[in-house]
């Protein structure tokens, strides 16, 4: 399996954020831009200690992240950086990032879970 940018379909465009996702046998695959800066913080309210319980493996593209651990150590992750996020951490990814991004299908369903209940709450429709 693969695809492309130009192929993955949108999954999520909204407030400076495009989502493209893909799912092949248990990995969810995902094309991310981000004109703005994106908090993920609290749309991570509900799982265990507030936090993403979801690995994640990737590349960054263009422009950075920062992501934090429950105890407390942050981690800056820049263009032309290969990357691992273990459980138990938020992400906060700076305007002008583009990434690339895998993550086990069924942990990712879970997080994404409570992301959507958060974002209803924080995005009205």
């Not at 192929?7 to 909204?14: F, G, Q, S, T």
């Not at 831009?33 to 994640?56: A, E, I, N, S």
């Not at 407390?72 to 991004?101: D, F, M, Q, S, W």
Request: aromatic share 8%; charged share 30%.
């Amino acid at each position: 399996m693969h695809g492309s940018k130009t192929d993955v379909p949108v999954a999520m465009e909204i407030k400076g954020v495009k989502i493209q996702e893909a799912v092949w046998d248990d990995i969810h695959v995902s094309f991310e831009t981000y004109r703005k800066r994106f908090d993920v913080t609290p749309l991570l309210k509900g799982l265990p200690d507030d936090l993403d319980q979801c690995p994640h493996w990737g590349y960054v593209l263009k422009g950075e992240f920062r992501t934090r651990s429950k105890d407390g150590r942050e981690e800056v992750v820049k263009a032309g950086n290969a990357y691992y996020t273990a459980p138990g951490h938020t992400t906060i990814v700076e305007a002008g990032t583009e990434l690339v991004e895998f993550s086990p299908k069924g942990l990712l369903q879970k997080t994404m879970e409570v992301v959507a209940r958060n974002m209803e709450a924080v995005v009205p429709e």
